[in-house]
């Protein structure tokens, strides 16, 4: 009983729920047999946000090569995938909205699950770590925005589609999940956790003094067969484990997978926010995120 009234501050948790997450690796470009770029009808004004020469997101061989990084490491990270204009257009305007974030704070365990009264407090099921974080909505976000048309573009989602080797990518059905912003202040951080969706899409666009550093350690659970490893997450709860940390700069995209690997973002040291877009896609049309996750985490429904 007791159990189940101290752990019921986790009602909050949902907030990650319906979230999109994500793993990584280092695109190596030099490895890249970069065709020449060829700027094909689809690509509409894309081209003039993403460094195209560099990343040629309509080459088959770039397709390859950025799926087979992310299939191996869980992580695919490009480098200043924006151009700089583009970067400081999104910086701009993430400048100009930041009065409107909606910012949450959560106390949750790594799972993103209500606890589980058959464990202790002090179990790996149960341990709480924080989140807190803001964020504004797609409807928030200006449709001549660069993330609006990055988003629709054809060109990006076949490329995403080719990389995460889905059908289809779907905007979602609601009018606020589909690109939202971060704002991660100081001393705010995101704690440990295993996301629920099987990818997220992130491109950061301004890096804090210190802090912020997205750290990972890959296929820690196998979700889909039950496996939680327990005993590693105590581990890495504990510190007692090497993690990775993914050097994400300005500009660069980066897909992950995070279902079963561990993830968190320390927190933010100094004066600048941190600012991440997140991208997110239905792999079916007509979704929308659950009632209970835009309460929590947008603060509203619409
Ligand atoms: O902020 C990041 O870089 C990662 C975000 C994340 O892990 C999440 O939103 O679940
Ligand atoms: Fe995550």
């Not at 583009?86 to 409107?100: F, I, Y």
């Not at 561990?262 to 896609?281: D, F, K, N, Q, S």
Request: charged share 25%; proline share 3%.
């Amino acid at each position: 009983m007791r159990l189940i009234k101290e752990l019921s501050i986790f009602s909050y948790v949902k907030y990650f729920s319906d979230i999109r997450i994500s793993f990584s690796l280092t695109l190596d470009n030099k490895k890249l047999k970069t065709n020449k770029y060829e700027q094909p009808g689809n690509m509409n004004n894309v081209a003039e946000y993403i460094n195209i020469n560099t990343h040629p997101i309509d080459s088959a061989d770039f397709r390859t090569y950025c799926k087979q990084v992310l299939d191996e490491n869980g992580v695919l990270k490009i480098d200043k995938f924006l151009t700089d204009e583009a970067l400081d257009s999104v910086r701009r305007e993430g400048e100009s909205h930041a009065h409107l974030a909606y910012y949450t704070r959560a106390e949750h365990n790594v799972y993103l699950q209500p606890p589980d009264a058959e464990y202790d407090l002090s179990h790996a099921r149960n341990r709480v770590v924080n989140s807190s974080k803001g964020c504004i909505t797609t409807d928030q976000i200006p449709e001549s925005s660069v993330l609006k048309n990055l988003y629709h573009s054809s060109a990006f989602k076949d490329f995403l589609c080719a990389v995460l080797d889905e059908d289809a990518l779907y905007e979602y059905a609601d009018n606020l999940s589909s690109v939202n912003l971060h704002y991660a202040t100081a001393g705010q951080e995101l704690g440990w956790h295993f996301d629920n969706s099987s990818f997220a899409i992130t491109l950061l666009i301004q890096k804090p003094v210190g802090g912020g550093v997205f750290e990972y350690l890959g296929n820690v659970r196998d979700a889909d067969a039950g496996e939680m490893n327990f005993e590693m997450v105590d581990k890495i709860l504990n510190d007692e484990v090497q993690v990775n940390e993914l050097a994400i700069d300005i500009g660069d995209l980066v897909l992950f997978r995070g279902r079963n690997a561990l993830h968190r973002v320390t927190p933010t040291i100094g004066e600048t926010t941190r600012m991440l877009v997140v991208l997110a896609y239905n792999t079916e049309p007509g979704v929308s995120l659950s009632e209970s996750a835009r309460q929590t985490f947008y603060g509203r429904l619409d």
